[in-house]
């Protein structure tokens, strides 16, 4: 790929100001579309370039925003999803710390396209310094008027309320985020009604990830026949890939949908660290199924990795060297789900815990073979049966670890944890065993009373 | 080390001007809770009741509904913690590169579990989900700032730092 695209400022000092950012020709794209486009041919123009919700579930962005009740009454509202969290994924990160004038342009870009006054970034609470540089930018943009009442000197309003979120996973789920940003407990809403006809305040609501709505200002700018022609066939443009574990450069990579796995790791994240063999990559942050060495000639884009029978996800691409132990990644990953769990479904609420006790059990060196079994029907048991995808999210790792890394995790099970090389960390009963009295089953997190 | 219930609402109402300010952002009064929540927090070090309360007035709702908020969130602590929170991550890529020994070792040094304090305050430890900074697995956060690429010297050397 030639030139970076929404990664060209990442490495420009201070870009996040907006005389830097202006300088590299930030709000050009807005200005000229919101005076001389209508709202209708911005929504068809994302339609054609096939940009797709790059936050996990890949869906058609200006099939959603054509979703809204055409002769609403009720305002909508525009909020944009920044609560980064799923394990592997650090690239809305560097948007909002780097470029956020880039986002505070799309989101001018898509609030015209909507019909939208009003738009709510909602940003995980740890992100400390990516909020005070994207509150720095949206308090500059309003200085300039490209945010506030009549934006570049049209008649059309446009309110940006940066909201902090406070740890919780399950509020980068949409309509977890909703109830978060209402000011309750993240628990995800049933559906439908969708967010498009009731969402925030009840009111018609777009939500969209970071990253996607930073593509709307170069969709416009370049046209939507070049965006898609970044891309793969029904996945347009250009993504930003977070590879992370054993390779040699890890870091965010901006490449176009559909390059292959293998291209990936090998050219551009520099191969295996210390020139180690590859033994498995999970593709799409902590919920996608894993990937052995041998399937990794798979295209990176939606279509691509759903037919290799696991997911893109948030593109959060985690690499694993022959030294890693899967008992020990599966113990993590049971961990975080149990963890973040927000108990309102039955499944989920037990199923996560029950295995996780399974899985910390083997991992101990306690577990017998049939354990293996008892996960997957309790995996079997979470998927497709909550009010959000986090239980099946929770099963897939169990299920694809399980399934194909079985002979080492009988291996684990019939030696007690002892026979595994594991060069990395090696097992300590003791230090392995987690603090479980600081598990709150709620899935919130809190310190113990002292 | 106890604070009085009264100068605990003097240094509230110190932050109502701000929080006037914040409610009148949102299109509703309750959708400022989290946000009031961090302001209470930051200024008292941890959400103590006479906090629930000062945000529940704010933002017209019964304190229990707060209480509920309060709870399914793990950034809002509900005891004192010290003066530098220490996040350390345990993210699958930060255990690719050996966050455990690096956790046995800010364990150690500390002489704290996951969820404890030190005796003279400086320091809280967190086992935290995944921060969202895998290119510099292993890391952590302390207070507000992420630090990077860890192994033992630099934590030392950032530890020592903050006093």
């Not at chain 1, 949908?257 to 063999?277: N, P, Q, V, W």
């Not at chain 1, 037919?307 to 893109?312: E, N, P, Y």
């Not at chain 1, 979470?382 to 194909?404: L, N």
């Amino acid at each position: 790929m030639s030139e970076p695209i929404l990664s060209r400022n990442f490495s420009v000092p201070e870009a996040w100001k907006l005389s830097v950012a202006e300088g590299r020709g930030a709000y050009q794209t807005a200005k000229t579309v919101l005076t001389t486009m209508k709202p209708e041919d911005v929504t068809n123009a994302v339609l054609a370039s096939n940009l797709r919700g790059l936050g996990g579930a890949g869906f058609p962005t200006g099939k959603k925003w054509q979703f809204l009740p055409k002769d609403g009454k009720k305002p909508v509202y525009l909020v944009i999803n920044a609560d980064e969290g799923e394990p592997g994924t650090f690239k809305d990160r560097y948007i909002l710390e780097r470029d956020p004038h880039q986002l505070i342009e799309g989101i001018l870009l898509a609030a015209y396209a909507i019909g939208s006054k009003k738009a709510y970034i909602y940003i995980r609470g740890e992100y400390v310094l990516p909020y005070r540089h994207l509150q720095a930018a949206v308090d500059e943009a309003y200085a300039r008027n490209y945010l506030g009442k009549g934006v570049f000197g049209t008649g059309i309003d446009v309110d940006l309320v940066v909201h902090r979120g406070a740890g919780a996973y399950i509020c980068g789920e949409e309509t977890a985020l909703l109830n978060s940003l209402e000011g309750w407990k993240g628990y995800p809403r049933l559906k439908p009604p969708f967010p498009a006809i009731v969402g925030l305040f009840g009111c018609p609501t777009i939500i969209n990830n970071v990253e996607t709505i930073a593509c709307v200002p170069h969709i416009l700018k370049n046209g939507a026949e070049w965006f898609a022609a970044l891309g793969s066939p029904g996945n347009g443009g250009t993504h930003l890939f977070s590879v992370s574990g054993h390779v040699e450069k890890p870091g965010v990579h901006e490449l176009p949908m559909g390059t292959t796995l293998r291209d990936m790791i090998f050219k551009h994240a520099g191969g295996i660290s210390g020139g180690r063999s590859l033994k498995a990559v999970i593709p799409g942050g902590i919920s996608a199924k894993i990937l052995t060495a041998s399937e990794i000639d798979v295209k990176m884009d939606y279509d691509s990795l759903r037919a290799a029978g696991t997911m893109l996800g948030s593109a959060g691409v985690m690499v694993m060297d022959e030294t890693t132990c899967i008992v020990k990644m599966l113990y993590y990953a049971a961990k975080f789900f149990a963890h973040e769990s927000c108990g309102q479904c039955s499944p989920c609420r037990e199923g996560t815990g029950w295995a996780f006790k399974i899985v910390k059990r083997i991992y101990r060196g306690e577990g017998a073979v049939r354990d293996l079994d008892e996960l997957l029907k309790i995996a079997r048991g979470m998927e497709g049966r909550t009010i959000c995808v986090f239980a099946d999210a929770a099963a897939w790792p169990i299920q694809s670890y399980i399934g194909k890394f079985r002979a080492e995790f009988e291996e684990y099970i019939r030696s007690k944890g002892t026979a595994l090389a594991r060069p990395v960390s090696p097992y300590k009963p003791q230090a392995a065993a987690p603090a479980v009295s600081t598990l709150v089953r709620s899935g919130a997190r809190r310190l113990p009373e002292r | 080390m106890t604070i009085k219930t009264a100068d605990l609402k003097a240094a509230l109402a110190s932050l109502d001007a701000e929080a006037a300010k914040i409610v009148a952002k949102y299109d509703e009064k309750r959708a400022a809770t989290l946000t009031l929540l961090h302001l209470g927090q930051d200024k008292i070090g941890h959400v103590t009741p006479e906090v629930e309360e000062w945000v529940a007035r704010w933002t017209d709702q019964p304190v229990v509904r707060i209480r509920a908020v309060v709870t399914f969130y793990s950034m809002y602590h509900q005891a004192p913690v010290g003066r530098h929170h220490i996040r350390f991550c345990m993210g699958t890529p930060c255990v690719l590169r050996g966050c455990e020994k690096l956790l046995d070792h800010v364990k150690t040094k500390l002489g704290i579990e996951n969820g404890q304090t030190t005796p003279d305050g400086r320091f809280s430890l967190e086992e935290a989900e995944c921060l969202c900074a895998c290119e510099g697995a292993p890391m952590m956060q302390a207070g507000d700032d992420y630090h990077l690429d860890l192994d033992d010297k630099k934590i030392d050397s950032i530890l020592e730092k903050l006093k």
